[in-house]
């Protein structure tokens, strides 16, 4: 079974920073899109931003442009989420995506999905 595991999630003081990490056991998935969504309880879940199989393109939200980095290492197989200047209503579970196609923050589009990781962002 592919896993998707996801670490680094916690507590921070907004305007703090946090990097998440999700870990594949399927080096296959390394060859395409991989991404992270976050959900908030009572609401649907949110694209936060992807990366292409090269690892050129990526693409964020609008929530969360210029304050987060999505980056992959493929010796490690490993998806970064690095998150600067958090702010409260980035509060949510996050998870780990992969198997798209094309690239896009459309949840429907991933075949693969970790467990999720709780950020918790207070003032």
């Known amino acids: 079974e592919v896993q998707l595991v996801e670490s680094g999630g916690g507590s921070v003081q907004a305007g703090g920073a946090l990097t998440l990490s999700c870990t594949t056991s399927?080096?296959?998935?390394?060859?395409?899109?991989m991404a992270w969504f976050r959900q908030v309880p009572g609401k649907s879940r949110e694209g936060v931003a992807a990366?292409?199989?090269?690892?050129?393109?990526?693409m964020y939200g609008v929530p969360v442009k210029g304050r987060f980095t999505i980056s992959r290492d493929y010796a490690k197989n490993t998806l970064y989420l690095a998150m600067n200047d958090l702010k409260l209503e980035d509060t949510a579970v996050y998870y780990c995506a992969a198997g798209a196609q094309f690239c896009a923050l459309r949840d429907s589009d991933y075949t693969h999905w970790g467990r999720g990781t709780q950020v918790t962002v207070s003032s």
């Open positions: 990366i292409n199989a090269a690892g050129g393109n990526s």
């Open positions: 399927d080096v296959l998935l390394t060859n395409l899109c």
